[in-house]
């Protein structure tokens, strides 16, 4: 599981960074998180394959979080894509897409499936064979979700220096045990999984949050969690502007990380006021030591 920041500064693109957009990579799965404007741009940039692409989760319906979604779907259509696309986004999005395609005359050529929320407490929205997606109620001057990822639990792996002293056990015996199943010798004796197999690795979790006010009632949403993104658009010095705007602080972001007992933090969605954003970092570490800072092309390892 890794996340690649694509864009993590707020309201208008610079000439050297971009509004948000995430991709999140589980299992060989890459899943595009917002899709602030020049988004494409940084995926051809960082070298992430359109086409493997099959969900899109849009936050919320600011234009520094969709204004790059059209022109990406234009771009697949003109890449001759086959495949099917899931969109999961605030309730007026696929209004939005419909009529730029209708005025445009733009013919989408594959199937492109509108997932539109409105719900206003956590719901499962996707689950596959290889994780689940959940809504996180966000509370923001429009409606807002961010959204929750859990890997699946994985199947066991082999212990093959054990598995080589049981001569009757032969590869068609391996998915089994993978499984967590115990062998069944001929003669009736039971050799038990766990000396057959070892502990498979634990499932990652990664929790996106942007934008939003303060609010702990997410706290036990995302209780636990192994990597938490959360928007710090403002510093503790412009609590009041945060309050106003529904935007939160570094310190804000990292109170939410210390409740919630999250393994790592990362901020982003900062404001173009400040030069240094080592500040957000600095002014996070006071309270919540395993905080780190998004930037543009960082990688980070889940």
Known sequence: MKLHILGCHSATPRSLVFPSSQVLEIDNELILIDAGEGMQIQLRKYKHKFNKIKHIFISHLHGDHFFGLVGFLSTLRLLGREKELHIYAPVGLKEIIDLQFKITQTDINYPLHFHELSAGVPERILETEKFTVDTIPLKHRIYTNGYL?????????????????H????TWAYH??????DFVKENGEIIPNDILTLPPEKPKSY????????????????KEVDLLYHEATF???????????MHSTAKQAAEIAKQANVKKLVLGHFSSRYKD?????????EIFPQVDIAQEGKVFEI
């Open 207 to 222: 929790a996106y949050c942007s934008d939003t006010l303060y609010t702990p009632d997410i706290v036990p949403l995302i």
């Open 176 to 181: 089994n045990l993978k499984k967590g199943k």
């Open 277 to 285: 954003e080592n500040q957000f970092k600095e002014e996070a570490k």
């Open 167 to 170: 001569p009757e056990i032969e």
């Open 235 to 245: 510093l503790d010095s412009e609590k009041e502007l945060a309050k106003k705007t």
């Open 149 to 165: 990822f859990k890997q699946k639990e994985k199947l066991r792996k082999l212990n093959i220096e054990e598995i080589k002293k």
